[in-house]
Nanobody, 119 residues
Framework: QVQLVESGGGLVQPGGSLRLSCAAS????????MGWYRQAPGKQRELVAT???????DYAGSMKDRFTISRDNGKNTVYLQMNSLKPEDTAVYYC?????????????WGQGTQVTVSS
């Protein structure tokens, strides 16, 4: 089994910044990509950003100028730096791992971390 542990969420004022972290551990895996998704109350889960093991990134268009995804392959950890936060960024942010575990392609989710942007 593979576990994803997220950290870094919290309450921040509009215009502020937060950095989320997600560490993957457990069975040996070869990851294809790691990423962040978010889900606001009453809305569907949506893509925020992904990054491949080779460092190629993909962002949802509305967040590309304010958010930066990065990773530390040695630590199996992905980060999301969020700047100029807006109230509409309030959501539960979920870490995602797309990986090969043995001969099988698996997809894993973290438990989610709450981000609240409010004055």
């Amino acid at each position: 089994q593979v576990q994803l542990v997220e950290s870094g969420g919290g309450l921040v004022q509009p215009g502020g910044s937060l950095r989320l972290s997600c560490a993957a551990s457990g069975n040996t895996f070869s990851d294809i990509s790691m990423g962040w998704y978010r889900q606001a109350p009453g809305k569907q889960r949506e893509l925020v950003a992904t990054i491949t093991d080779g460092g190629r990134t993909d962002y949802a268009g509305s967040m590309k100028d304010r958010f930066t995804i990065s990773r530390d392959n040695g630590k199996n950890t992905v980060y999301l730096q969020m700047n100029s936060l807006k109230p509409e960024d309030t959501a539960v942010y979920y870490c995602n791992l797309d990986a090969w575990v043995g001969f099988f392609r698996r997809n894993y989710w973290g438990q989610g971390t709450q981000v609240t942007v409010s004055s």
